[in-house]
């Protein structure tokens, strides 16, 4: 971020492209609309990128420019009918935390097997309408997040411009929490959808940390499973449900074998080879979570019961029927 003292240079971001000598300078023009008297030339621009580097002779090459309008905007619902909206379509963020594409790789990620397990006639059609119950309430907390790291700039400008120290260490420190959002990326659980709660209370959100849960709704947490650190527990999940049972729970995943064959639904089947609830698994020794395609967990029982079929066969039909 460069902030500069010339009242007349403007403040910009600067963000690398290809990991040596390509730039991007993101600059406001105006607040509602372009408040320049005149759109800056090529070469008024060069010189406005040799001002926020400092070194009057650079060698700048223009490569493109161009001009898009800053919103917050989340659509009132994701589906009507057989139109879905995904991705900036469905919603809009200021691009501060990089929250824009990365909600669209995830509704796409969400709606994808919902729509391939209705097409295939292994879900009933309201299936689809968990898509915008589930990803909504993602996309306007995403929106809200975002929306704040960017008026964080404008405060963090006015700061540095007071040239109060004081001033200043508070908001660059605070800026901290823009940058550290894992939890505002991997924590989000689906409250409602295709999910069945199993009672336990939902955890407020910590933007800044992830606490990874196997809590119905939330991503099956990622766990390495082999000591060469090739494949985690997150490679399970991709076109089937998945059964994943705890390290003594191997009735389980013979009952998830007797399900499989006898509802006609191509199920997966692993076992945990440890189930520690420092890395999230509440599931326990003998319990077992139902985990979708997407690798959210649909269900769970972190216990055995008379007959894991039948609790199994259950969860399947109330989530797909
Ligand atoms: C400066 C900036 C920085 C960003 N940084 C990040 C970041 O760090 N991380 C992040 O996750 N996100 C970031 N984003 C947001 C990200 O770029 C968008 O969220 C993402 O590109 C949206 O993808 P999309 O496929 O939904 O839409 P788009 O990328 O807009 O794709 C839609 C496509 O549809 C085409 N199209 C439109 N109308 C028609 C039509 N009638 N017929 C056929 N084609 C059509 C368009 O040409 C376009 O190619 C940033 C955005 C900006 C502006």
Known sequence: IIIPDKPDLPRAGILNTNGRDRWLTVTQIGL???????????????????????????????????????????????????????????????????????????????????????????????????????????AQSNANFSYGNRLRFGLTDDAVRSRDPDRIRFWINDMDNHLHSIGQNLGHNYEEGAVIPDGTVAKALNSRYYTPTDRPGARFPHMWLEPSRKKSTLDWFDKEFTVVSGPLGSEWLEAG???????????????????????????????????????HVAWRMPWLPSDPAKELAGALSALLH
């Open 257 to 295: 074998k007797q399900v499989s064959e006898r509802i006609a639904l191509p199920l997966s089947l692993k076992q945990l080879p440890s189930a520690d609830p420092a890395d999230g698994f509440q599931l326990g020794m003998r319990g077992a979570v139902l985990v979708r395609p997407d690798g």
């Open 32 to 138: 509602t609309k372009d408040d320049r008297e005149r759109p800056w030339t090529d070469q008024e621009f060069i010189e406005i990128a040799r001002g926020h580097v400092g070194i009057r002779d650079l060698d700048v090459t223009l490569l493109n420019r161009s001009i898009w309008r800053v919103s917050m905007q989340v659509a009132e619902t994701f589906r009507k009918g057989r139109v879905f909206l995904v991705g900036d379509c469905a919603h809009r963020f200021p691009p501060t935390g990089g929250f824009g594409l990365n909600s669209g790789v995830q509704d796409a990620h969400n709606l994808a097997w919902k729509l391939a397990f209705v097409l295939k006639g292994l879900a009933d059609e309201k299936l689809l309408d968990s898509y915008s119950s589930e990803r909504r309430p993602i």
